[in-house]
Structure formats: C-alpha cells, structure tokens
C-alpha cells in the first residue's frame, strides 16, 4: 500500500494544482483549441483512491467511444466531512462521491446541489457499498474477536474523527448498534460502551486512510476499525502481516454521489458529469468496484464476489438510525452524543 499511497499522494497534489490554476477565472472548456476535451473535477472521500484512479481510465475510454471526446478527470481526495466543507467553501467540484449522504446534503442545504438529488441515481444514489471491520496484526495476540474486546485496557485502538470523517462516523454507528442490541437500547449503558472505546483510541486521524497509515505505515495500535475496502488494500500490500476480523454485528455502508449541479451548470459540464455517475452502475464499472473491494450494489454482480466478502454478515442499516439528518443530529452535531463522549 506504501507505494500505491505514495503514487497516488502525489496525482492527489498535481490535481490540486490544476483545481487552483482553474481559479484564474478561465473556463477549461470553453477554450477554442480544447474543443474536443471536457473537464470534470471529482472531490471524493479518502479511500476511493485506487478506485477511482482506475475507474477515470474506464470512464475516459467510454466517453472517447461515446462522444469522440477527451475527458479530463481530475481527483481531490481527503476526509468526507472536510471534503463537503470544501465544496461549501469554493471548491468547484462537478461531482462529488462522499462517505455518507448527510455530506452531500449539506452541499445541497448550501445552495449547490438540487433537492431530491438521492433520486437520481440507482439505489439511493449508492453505487457501490461498503461495510466496517477489524484489521489486526498476524497473529491476532490481543485476542480481538468483537466489538467488546476493543474496551479492554490492553487494547489501542485506530479510528478517525466523527467530525471530519465519513467513515469514521460509520465506524461509531456499528459499535453503537452492537452494544445496543446487548444492552437492549439502554442508551446510558452503551454511552459508557462508548467511553471506555474511545478512552482506548490513540489517535484521531482526519480521514480513514490517516488512520490506515497510523495504523499500517507507523506501527501505531491494535486494531484498526476500518472500511472492509481498506482492510482489503493492507492484506493485498502486506499478506502475511494483517488480518481481517468481522465482528458480530456491523453496518451496511453506502457512500453517496452527485452532481454538484450549480458548478455543472456555471461549466456547462452537466452531461459529462452525469454520465460519469450513472456509468458507475454499468457492468464493467461494477466489477471494477468488486476488484478495488467495494460491494457493487449489481446484487448479480455481487455474487461474483462471493468468495470475497462475507455476505452474511449481520448489518444494521442508517434507517434503524432514523436516517442520516436524524442520525448526524443525534450523534455527531456539536454538543451531541459523540462529544458528550470524548469531552469526558
């Protein structure tokens, strides 16, 4: 993963060069010697970098055949919560693919994106899914084997920030599930859960890939709570080094995508972008996703995958949260549970 993080840190860096250069005020599309190539800007969530290096390649050749035009894709990656607030603040993204919806409403709520913007894609806008797992070192020493053993006083943990990152707010809503289901809902008994967790965790990276090269690059922690993807990536990169554990009870992830409408519109860019989204559903783009360790939401093509992923594993879901607005209310707005937690 070392060198994949490294090559893929430094596409990350070049691109954000061109987003700054593009703030000069000159529209990359409508230049008269570019008139066979379009220009999109994808600001996507930390650990969609792999896929989407290779997804942009797979795009490129479609709209090549389609259209007979160059596309040109450029990626910002970084903690969902902090990509939203990029957008937010000026960062003219003509897609965005976050970890959660309530990100990408946020973008809707600051004027962006139009209402009812998860109904415009298949399954809720969730081209891919993912689910929350355990990455422990070969071995297994401390004996990690579920949700319960994460409180242990022996135990470090490595999980990003609710505030900042998507997944990590994934990561609080299965612990959250787990110990409620045996507790039964007794919401003070599972904020003491809660506690003694995050007392346990050394580090509260920004995103989810910070908290893989805490865990993976420094040799910091026990467990990793990570993204099954990128527990995925670790065992690819060091096979004899890392196990994947699956808890009893986890959470059915579902990253999200858009069309940051009003920059589309300002760029005139609305076809390319949407068409960039809605080729996520296609057949190759599917398996695509399966071979970077996404669950392709094709339930076809996910039985392909079958031998990959567990699939049947016991997950909740947002709505047993009531949905994300509820659910980010609850949980993870200031002075809400997960601050009533940590503050402690």
């Known amino acids: 993963m070392k ?13 954000a060069g061109t987003i700054l250069t593009g703030c000069s005020g000159n529209d990359k599309n409508s230049t008269s010697d570019k008139a066979k190539e379009v220009s999109i800007t994808n600001v996507s969530y930390d650990p969609t970098r792999e896929f989407y290096a290779s997804y942009n390649e797979l795009f490129q050749k479609h709209w090549q055949k389609e259209k007979g035009e160059d596309v040109k894709i450029t990626a910002s990656h970084g903690g969902s919560g902090a990509q939203a607030r990029s957008v937010i603040e000026g ?26 913007w998860i109904k415009e894609f298949d399954k809720d806008s969730s081209p891919y899914t993912s689910t929350i797992v355990f990455l422990v070192r070969k071995g297994n020493e401390k004996n990690i084997h579920d949700w319960e053993d994460l409180i242990k006083k022996d135990v470090d943990v490595i999980t990003p920030n609710p505030k900042t990152s998507g997944g990590a707010c994934w990561n609080f809503l299965a612990a959250w599930a787990y110990q409620q289901k045996r507790d039964g809902n007794d919401e003070e008994q599972t904020k003491q859960f809660m506690k003694k967790l995050y007392q346990n965790v050394l580090v509260l990276d920004s995103g989810a890939r910070g908290a893989t090269s805490t865990f993976v690059e420094k040799g910091q922690g026990d467990v990793l709570i990570a993204w099954e993807n990128e527990a995925y990536l670790s065992m690819e990169e060091y096979p004899d080094d890392y196990e994947i554990v699956t808890p009893s009870v986890s959470i059915l992830a579902q990253p999200s995508v858009a069309v940051v409408d009003s920059v589309a519109k300002k760029r005139g860019t609305e076809e390319v972008a949407k068409e960039y989204l809605n080729y996520l559903y296609s057949d190759d783009a599917q398996r695509l996703a399966g071979e970077n360790y996404y669950r392709p939401s094709n339930e076809k093509i996910l039985k392909e995958f079958s031998e990959q992923f567990d699939l049947n594993m016991n997950l909740v879901t947002i709505d047993d949260f009531g949905g994300w607005d509820k659910a980010y209310k609850d949980y993870f707005e200031d002075g809400a549970v997960f601050d009533q937690i940590y503050s402690e």
């Open 91 to 116: 960062n003219e993204a003509d897609v965005v693919t976050l970890a959660l919806a309530h990100d990408i409403t946020a973008i809707e709520e600051a004027g962006l994106i139009e209402k009812d």
């Open 3 to 15: 060198k994949k993080l490294i090559a893929l840190l430094l596409t990350t860096t070049v691109a």
